[in-house]
């Protein structure tokens, strides 16, 4: 049986774990074109902080491809949409920032949700210009643009909720100490293209730890972001059997 267990700190950040008594949350090996585990092998790592690396990749991987796993598994597991109807009167109304967009279907599950204001942000000019051509019959925007340039290619205030799957984490997974900084100069970048209010939903491999130590308290000590939720599930698919941890964070603009 699986329990849902709830702590609270003194901060009222609210950890929501799911356990049963293997501490397994959720196995589901059904998934296809999935690429869980390549994010966290230490051999390639830091080239995924490369736009030279993924301007490469994607010139030659068209295919349609999720990392860890696929949008309908973290809808489920990490009910994304009970948290827009908590947080918004008109959830389908709102305005939605997709980080690192690539060939993930992310974008286009959603727009089949009913979220019809969806912009997708990626600085490959290669999947950028691939995804406007696919997806040419739906209102989903393509634009090409670093994390660290949102705030020039975007207005102040101008959407309600920020969603991201593992594009943090290809700057994470780089492993030098100047990647805290980064991360939370990105969410800066982040704070100033939301509205007040505003949410993100972000997807990771990376534990609570390093998120909390590294950006999360110091988003919270200068005001920009509070940490609402943690919640934890694992994975595995038929290209990788071995179960892994994947965290779901929800932060808040302060």
Not at 150 to 174: P, R, T, Y
Request: aromatic share 16%; charged share 25%.
């Amino acid at each position: 049986m699986t329990k849902n267990i709830i702590l609270k700190n003194k901060s009222n950040v609210l950890f929501f774990i799911n356990r049963t008594k293997n501490n397994i949350l959720h196995n589901n090996n059904s998934n296809r074109n999935i690429f869980p585990n390549a994010l966290v092998k230490k051999k390639k790592s830091r080239e995924y902080f490369s736009q030279e690396y993924w301007e490469n990749r994607y010139s030659w991987y068209t295919q349609e491809m999720d990392w860890y796993t696929n949008f309908n598994q973290i809808n489920n597991d990490f009910k994304i949409e009970e948290i827009l109807k908590e947080n918004f009167t008109s959830p389908k109304k709102c305005f939605f920032l997709e980080m690192g967009c690539g060939n993930s279907t992310m974008c286009f599950d959603l727009y089949n949700l009913g979220y019809k204001n969806i912009t997708s942000i990626d600085f490959s000019s290669i999947v950028i210009e691939r995804n406007k051509e696919k997806y040419s019959n739906t209102k989903i925007k393509f634009i090409v643009c670093d994390f660290n340039r949102m705030n020039e290619m975007f207005e102040k205030n101008q959407f309600d909720v920020i969603i991201e799957k593992a594009g943090l984490d290809s700057i994470a997974v780089k492993g030098t100490p100047e990647v805290p900084f980064t991360l939370q100069n990105i969410y800066e970048k982040m704070f100033y293209v939301l509205k007040n209010n505003g949410i993100v939903l972000s997807v990771s491999s990376k534990n609570p730890q390093f998120w909390k130590s590294n950006v999360f308290e110091e988003l919270e000590k200068k005001k920009l972001f509070k940490c609402i939720q943690i919640r934890r599930t694992t994975f595995t698919n038929e290209k990788n059997p071995i179960l892994m941890n994947l965290y779901f964070y929800y932060l808040k603009k302060i």
